[in-house]
């Protein structure tokens, strides 16, 4: 989800951690980023900077030539400062720290002939206002007390694409509150205690721009109100959390326990309250292969409310164990425990059949409906999961005792908190409201009127196929026993210094994460009839839903490369490359996440063609980055990405099984993400001045130069075969949110 944004000038240092094995560590089964807040001291410090971008310094973007359009609008303003100082000096210190962001840009629209009458170029308009306010103070010569306070406010579009006009898109405003109170203190025996308290306020609303029918088309243009609007998502959350560290010989101990408490989880999904069509093929008058709309029924709430409450445990214990100068070990154990997400569904009509279906023995036959993979759990009562035992091992070995030549390595198990759109969040709103599907009418092969001819929008709606359903149907139903997802990972490195100022590294990494949220449309039509669980099902067997299940699964191998010149001297570089693979046959992006799943077999979801290369697999990464201080105390930052081509999923954009559902792999395709895009590459480059004004102030003059190659960075493929746009690029660089063509910042920077 979204994490809140601080000012630039308020942070005094950051760590990105993606191989650790520590124990203290938790809640995630990635890569983590520790960020630590500056402070007040002795000393009156503070800073002033303005960033400004201006249209005269970008160029035209990829999408704008296409289009045949001029260059659009763009200014960008990014200012703030900060202040800091003493209240009582040696004992109370305060900072200050605020940012705002201004931009405007214009994207430009295409509906590929469609819809010229809806083509042009739009605002895109950017607004963000960031800040910081903390207090330290010295209890006692034991006692450290910081208390901060954050803000974060930002709006922009949503959905803003290539591909749609504006009237699919939404405004999403973000505002965040944080509050954290730490108190370190020294004990007897070299003793180290550190409590945490944070408080988090959270609130997203995404508007709808129009309420007009909504069409879809296999080239990727839609128009008409977006099916994610509108929305609401608000979340409270209170963290307390206790360290305790000492050291005994040759063991650093640590040893802790952290409680969240989240009163307030809620989830108001009221979209798709007008009708939405999906076309066959590229034309206003292409068959429709599905019609559909949300709605009330009866006296029950007009939005689709979801509230899920929870508590979050975890204990964990850690030794650092320096056996002799060259060995350590780090050994820990760490165990997570989330309650709240085994709810009551009994209200969901559809969780209900299936928990009687189940009782019935429907899922456990010989013949058809089955197999029944992903239906295993139901007919059990809900229970939370809580074998979340994670063990970790981990070593540095330093040859010979002096950081010339070290290898390291480590295993360990990692728990996540999952992330509830995959998991639990449309059951939960089926669970809860009375907002669900209230129309539904399908045919793969297009709809038709009574008298034979292909429906088109604006003739009398075709009946509804969702009968004897006397409340909204939702679209999921979850297992009654949702897990938490978590990952296997192992890895071993090695460094070597290379004279006084260079170093070379290589590391193997491999993870395996398991139990990943998965969103089986499960009940599909048999070979163009009635659907698989319409005899068992009384009330939801025609409906088209989902079961969410948590047993996807995903492998990431990959080695890195780096060669390095540390600082010292006037230059200092890093060249890094990577060969890495990775697949899941859970979300195509191979995350615990909502969207981008589909099943080829709903009688075997997690069969050997599911298992795909994920969006983000490019294989080969490389990053070289440098600084240089050259003559006249001008300072260059170079900085080069590249990343080869990510896959793109082929469906054949036809049914060609039968079974209601335009996802199946064309002749000659094994497997999902089959196909690859573009290779990704930019060059940026900083050029930085200091200049000193009087004692203890100085400016700083900077330019930056983005993307200086000016490369157009295709992305979005469109991969339906059934689509003449069949292997095009919807998206480039400079269009919304997918990075810079070529653009330059000037900024200007005062410090005292």
């Not at 973007?61 to 200012?79: A, H, I, V």
């Not at 025609?542 to 948590?550: H, K, L, S, V």
């Not at 996807?552 to 890495?580: D, H, M, P, V």
């Not at 002749?667 to 930085?688: C, E, I, M, Y």
Request: charged letters at 20%.
């Amino acid at each position: 989800g979204l994490v809140q944004n601080f000012p630039l000038d308020s942070i005094g240092e950051f760590k990105f951690e993606t191989q650790r094995f520590r124990a203290d560590t938790g809640r995630a089964n990635g890569g983590t980023i520790k960020v630590v807040t500056k402070s007040g001291t002795n000393d009156f410090k503070g800073s002033a900077f303005e960033y400004f971008r201006d249209k005269k310094m970008n160029s035209i973007t990829n999408t704008e030539k296409l289009n045949n359009r001029p260059k659009g609008d763009y200014r960008k303003n990014q200012f703030g400062g900060s202040l800091g100082g003493p209240i009582v000096k040696d004992k109370t210190h305060f900072f200050l720290s605020v940012e705002r962001v201004q931009q405007d840009t214009t994207q430009s629209v295409s509906t590929r002939g469609l819809f010229p009458d809806k083509d042009g170029v739009f605002d895109v308009p950017f607004r963000e206002t960031m800040g910081v306010a903390k207090i330290n103070h010295q209890l006692n010569p034991n006692n450290y007390l910081s208390v901060r306070y954050g803000y974060d406010k930002n709006e922009q579009p949503y959905g803003a694409n290539a591909t749609t006009p504006p009237e699919g898109w939404g405004i999403s405003t973000n505002k965040f509150h944080s509050a954290n109170v730490n108190l370190n203190s020294a004990l007897s025996g070299g003793r180290l205690n550190e409590f945490v308290y944070q408080y988090s306020y959270f609130k997203n609303f995404i508007s709808a721009n129009s309420n007009l029918p909504f069409e879809q088309f296999p080239n990727g243009v839609s128009v008409g109100q977006s099916v994610n609007t509108p929305q609401t998502t608000e979340q409270h959350k209170h963290q307390f959390r206790n360290d305790f560290s000492w050291t005994m010989g040759k063991h650093d101990l640590r040893v802790g326990a952290s409680f969240i408490y989240e009163p307030t989880l809620d989830i108001t999904f009221s979209t798709g309250q007008v009708n939405q069509y999906t076309r066959l093929s590229d034309s206003r008058t292409a068959p429709i292969s599905t019609i559909s709309r949300n709605g009330s029924i009866g006296s029950g709430p007009g939005g689709s409310v979801g509230r899920i409450p929870n508590n979050q445990y975890a204990f964990y214990f850690q030794d650092g164990w320096r056996m002799n100068d060259k060995l350590t070990l780090d050994l820990g154990v760490r165990y997570d425990l989330v309650t709240g997400f085994a709810f009551d569904q009994s209200k969901n009509i559809i969780f209900a059949e299936l928990q009687a279906a189940a009782k019935a023995g429907v899922f456990a036959r010989s013949g058809f409906p089955c197999p029944c993979i992903g239906f295993e759990d139901f007919g059990k009562e809900p229970a939370e999961d809580k074998n979340n035992i994670a063990p970790r091992v981990g070593f540095t070995y330093d040859a010979k005792a002096d950081g010339s030549v070290v290898v390291r390595g480590g295993i360990g198990r990692y728990y996540d908190f999952a992330y509830t759109n995959a998991n639990i969040l449309f059951a939960v709103i089926g669970a809860q409201s009375s907002f669900g599907q209230v129309y539904l009418h399908q045919n793969s092969t297009g709809i038709r009127n009574a008298d034979g001819s292909l429906y088109q929008i604006g003739q009398p709606l075709p009946p509804n196929q969702l009968v004897g359903a006397t409340t909204p149907l939702p679209s999921h139903a979850a297992t009654p026993l949702v897990k938490q997802p978590y990952t296997d990972q192992a890895n071993l490195g090695f460094s070597k210094a290379l004279g006084k100022d260079y170093a070379f590294e290589v590391d193997a990494v491999y993870a395996h994460a398991q139990d990943l949220g998965t969103r089986v449309a499960a009940n599909v039509r048999i070979n163009g009839g009635a659907r698989r669980l319409s005899t068992f099902l009384p009330q939801s067997g025609g409906a088209n839903f989902r079961i969410d299940i948590m047993e996807g699964e995903s492998y990431y191998k990959g080695i890195n490369l780096a060669f390095k010149k540390r600082s010292g001297g006037n230059l200092s570089f890093t060249a890094w490359y990577s060969l890495s693979s990775s697949k899941s046959n859970a979300s195509l992006r191979a995350t615990d996440e909502f969207g981008e799943f589909n099943s080829l077999d709903a009688f075997d979801p997690f069969n050997e063609a599911q298992m795909a290369p994920t969006r983000t697999d490019a294989r080969h990464r490389v990053t070289i980055n440098g600084t240089w201080n050259a003559p006249g105390g001008f300072r260059l930052s170079p900085v080069f990405r590249y990343k080869s081509k990510t896959p793109y999923n082929v469906v054949a954009g036809t049914d060609l099984n039968r079974d209601g559902a335009n996802f199946d792999l064309p002749p000659g395709v094994t497997t999902l993400n089959s196909a690859r895009g573009a290779d990704f590459k930019q060059f940026d480059l900083r050029l930085a001045r200091h200049i000193n004004l009087k004692k203890d102030m100085r400016i700083e003059v900077i330019a930056e130069g983005f993307n200086l190659t000016n490369a157009i960075n295709p992305t979005n493929f469109v991969g339906s075969r059934a689509s003449a746009a069949f292997g095009t690029a919807n998206r480039f660089a400079g269009d919304f949110q997918a990075g810079e063509q070529r653009m330059f910042q000037l900024g200007l920077r005062f410090e005292f």
